[in-house]
């Protein structure tokens, strides 16, 4: 496989770059502030086969999620490899990352959580376990039902084994 990764500043430029029209994330049940993210895509040779977005918030942390691979493609740990070349992107790898986990499709809460782990993400229980990033309000926002809010705060996302 010769795999590359493209980082695309707008939803319409993802668009673009899968060859079709797309969903945006709060169309997929994630919080509505997720649709002003960056994409980061997954190309092997010149077809795109996964993509993650990242929401930078401020200095102490980011947005990331809304990650899709296409079928076919799953179950060969594409989904990790995307995951870590976004957290480790320079202008990520100080920053604490906070994901809502929302499997659509065939994902599994399982396997997503399974994943997450693997990357050193903690899960928020409560508003105390994140007050220290995002103000109440934005938290009771991105707070879902069937939903899981996680976050990452070390430096570099390596899998941890």
Same mark, same amino acid.
């Given at each position: 496989m010769n795999l590359h990764f493209d980082y695309i500043l707008t939803h319409e430029g993802l668009e673009k770059a899968w060859g079709s029209k797309l969903p945006r994330a709060s169309d997929k049940g994630y919080p509505g502030i997720f649709d002003k993210a960056c994409y980061w895509v997954l190309f092997e040779d010149n077809m795109p086969i996964a993509y993650t977005s990242s929401l930078r918030m401020n200095s102490d942390y980011a947005f990331v999620g809304n990650t899709y691979v296409r079928k076919?493609?799953?179950?060969?740990?594409? $989904?990790?490899?995307?995951?870590?070349?976004? =957290?480790?992107?320079? $202008?990520?790898? =100080?920053?604490?990352?906070?994901?809502?986990? =929302?499997p659509i499709e065939e994902s599994q809460m399982s396997h997503l959580v399974k994943v997450v782990k693997k990357l050193g993400y903690t899960k928020v229980n409560s508003l105390k376990d994140i007050e220290d990033l995002m103000p109440e309000w934005l938290y009771n926002s991105i707070v879902?039902?069937?939903?899981?809010?996680w976050r990452n705060d070390i430096k570099s996302d390596r899998i941890h084994r």
């Amino acid at each position: 496989m010769n795999l590359h990764f493209d980082y695309i500043l707008t939803h319409e430029g993802l668009e673009k770059a899968w060859g079709s029209k797309l969903p945006r994330a709060s169309d997929k049940g994630y919080p509505g502030i997720f649709d002003k993210a960056c994409y980061w895509v997954l190309f092997e040779d010149n077809m795109p086969i996964a993509y993650t977005s990242s929401l930078r918030m401020n200095s102490d942390y980011a947005f990331v999620g809304n990650t899709y691979v296409r079928k076919g493609w799953r179950g060969k740990g594409l $989904h990790t490899l995307l995951l870590e070349y976004r =957290n480790n992107a320079p $202008h990520m790898t =100080n920053i604490s990352k906070v994901t809502v986990i =929302n499997p659509i499709e065939e994902s599994q809460m399982s396997h997503l959580v399974k994943v997450v782990k693997k990357l050193g993400y903690t899960k928020v229980n409560s508003l105390k376990d994140i007050e220290d990033l995002m103000p109440e309000w934005l938290y009771n926002s991105i707070v879902f039902e069937g939903q899981q809010i996680w976050r990452n705060d070390i430096k570099s996302d390596r899998i941890h084994r």
